[in-house]
């Protein structure tokens, strides 16, 4: 099958920035949009970002202008650069990734497990 793995969080001050990287691994085909999502404690899960396999991106607009998705198809990786870092940032963070797992089969989202952001003095 297929694994996302998110790793990067961590505490930061408010100002300072990150890098996310979630790596995709096993019977990959072919990966088209991959994205970043997060999820506050008592909120619901909210698009952060996304990029198509064309590297055409998309952001809310909480987010636009400090964070920059990129992609390494290369590595089956996607990153999220985060700067300015705001307390209203902290949450979990989790990517997903359109996996087909064969020429003819249908794309499918998969989903990493999180990594916790905190931004707090």
């Known amino acids: 099958q297929v694994q996302l793995v998110e790793s990067g969080g961590g505490l930061v001050q408010p100002g300072e920035s990150l890098r996310l990287s979630c790596a995709a691994s096993?019977?990959?085909?072919?990966?088209?949009?991959m994205a970043w999502y997060r999820q506050a404690p008592g909120k619901q899960r909210d698009l952060v970002g996304s990029i198509t396999s064309g590297g055409t991106t998309d952001y809310a607009d909480s987010v636009k202008g400090r964070f920059t998705i990129s992609r390494d198809d290369s590595k089956n990786t996607v990153y999220l650069q985060m700067n300015s870092l705001k307390p209203e940032d902290t949450a979990v963070y989790y990517c997903s990734a359109e996996v087909k797992i064969g020429r003819w089969s249908r794309p499918y989202a998969y989903w990493g497990l999180g990594t916790q952001v905190t931004v707090s003095s």
């Open positions: 096993g019977s990959i085909f072919s990966i088209s949009t």
